[in-house]
């Protein structure tokens, strides 16, 4: 039995990128779709497109296809990933004299796998495909939820298979503790399915806006935290902004400029929530009249200090 190249089918490289699969079949779908195609042979050629789709067009069936490869008939021992045959598509039979269903490619590989094989089918049905996208919420969002709106702009097909581009508007839920990166899942909320099918979902990956004084990693925050050189030098303590309200932090004596001070606990809420970390920055006061300049110069007479020493300089 000739093996069938689902990538030669949808006309890209093995290689090719989910966006790039998808885009392939939106195409080859409006070309055959046999009630607008002229196509001598559309009703078969849309057949194996499809079928090439729902292989291709779902991680976790293209990783069991490219594993078993062209040696497909001596796969009797290979174990795809669970349930690879359970979703994104289903079978109906066809009535006397209905077209053909998939290829015996597709159902030899199922009955190998499986012990059976899909049923003869006129009509194909497919679960709409996952979609993606980024919504940028401000780090507040985080600490205590929100509802914000998104608008997207999709392409959906008509009865006939033609894609249209439409705008839509969807109210977002952002839950308390959500993280840069994170995804939020849209149930049904994603492409629209083939033939009847359900709509995949959206998943949504939650970007943070700059913020004036925060900076985010993982769980954790990062301030920067100005001192007077007195404070860093004597030691005091400060009031330090937090996104749930000020606290006061221990600045020790001798502190550096650079240095990072721990709040325990004031990052990303959490199960294990993020830290908070101040990282010192010294700010030398102006020396504006003669009072100020006259206490630097006490100062440059009184320390025997060169912070150049380390620099081989005198």
């Excluded at 003869?120 to 996208?133: D, F, L, S």
């Excluded at 001798?254 to 908070?276: E, H, T, V």
Aim: proline share 7%.
């Amino acid at each position: 039995m000739e093996y069938k190249d689902y990538y030669k089918i949808m006309g890209v490289a093995r290689d090719a990128k989910p966006d790039e699969i998808k885009r392939a079949y939106r195409k080859l779908a409006r070309k055959y779709h046999p009630d607008v195609s002229k196509e001598a042979d559309a009703e078969e050629k849309f057949k194996e497109v499809a079928e090439a789709y729902a292989v291709l067009g779902d991680e976790e069936k293209r990783k069991a296809y490219d594993e078993l490869g062209s040696n497909w008939q001596q796969g009797q021992d290979f174990r795809p990933p669970p349930n690879w045959d359970t979703h994104g598509f289903e079978f109906h039979t066809g009535g006397p004299g209905g077209a053909a269903g998939f290829s015996d490619f597709f159902e030899e590989l199922f009955r190998g796998i499986h012990g059976a094989g899909p049923r003869q089918t006129r009509n194909v049905r497919m679960r709409g495909q996952n979609e993606q996208a980024r919504i940028f919420i401000d780090l507040e969002d985080a600490f205590h939820g929100a509802t914000r709106t998104l608008n997207l702009r999709v392409s959906e097909p008509d009865a006939h298979g033609r894609m249209h581009q439409r705008n839509r508007t969807l109210n977002v839920r952002i839950p308390k503790g959500v993280r840069p990166g994170q995804h939020i899942r849209l149930s049904g909320q994603g492409g629209a399915g083939i033939g009847g099918g359900e709509a995949g979902d959206l998943l949504l990956e939650v970007q943070f806006n700059p913020h004036k004084l925060y900076s985010v990693e993982g769980m954790d925050l990062t301030l920067k935290l100005p001192v007077t050189p007195w404070e860093a030098a004597l030691g005091a303590k400060v009031k330090v902004p937090t996104p749930e309200g000020p606290v006061e932090l221990k600045v020790p004596a001798g502190a550096k400029g650079g240095q990072r001070l721990r709040l325990k606990g004031r990052g990303l809420p959490g199960r294990s929530p993020g830290d908070l970390y101040a990282r010192l920055e010294i700010v030398t006061p102006p020396a504006h009249g003669e009072k100020e300049r006259a206490f630097y110069e006490k100062m440059a007479e009184t320390f025997d200090f060169n912070p150049r020493a380390g620099l081989g300089v005198e």
